[in-house]
């Protein structure tokens, strides 16, 4: 199911030490600044950071990890060595 080829391509500035460190800089900095961008009514937007609410408006609600995969070279990351994005 789904594509044949998957390509991600990222700036460094989203490259973090692990898991924990992911989920904390999209709900603390990306988040904010996307929800605000967007104009959705959430704490987030007002206050600059996540207070993990139950908004209908939250942007934040779905974190997606790819531990493997099942046919080799089907995923690829491409490192952009600039700042790209939130």
């Known amino acids: 199911m789904g594509p044949r080829q998957v390509i991600l391509v990222a ?35 007002a206050l600059g950071y996540c207070t993990d609410c139950k908004s209908p ?13 099942f046919v080799k070279g089907r995923i690829k990351v491409i490192i952009v060595r600039k700042y790209l994005g939130y």
């Open 57 to 69: 408006n939250r942007i934040c609600n779905d974190f997606v990890v790819i531990r493997g995969q």
């Open 11 to 45: 700036g460094i500035n989203k490259i973090v030490r692990d898991i924990e460190e992911a989920e904390k800089r999209v709900r603390q900095y990306a988040a904010p600044i996307d929800a605000k961008r967007l104009g959705k009514d959430t704490p987030c937007t």
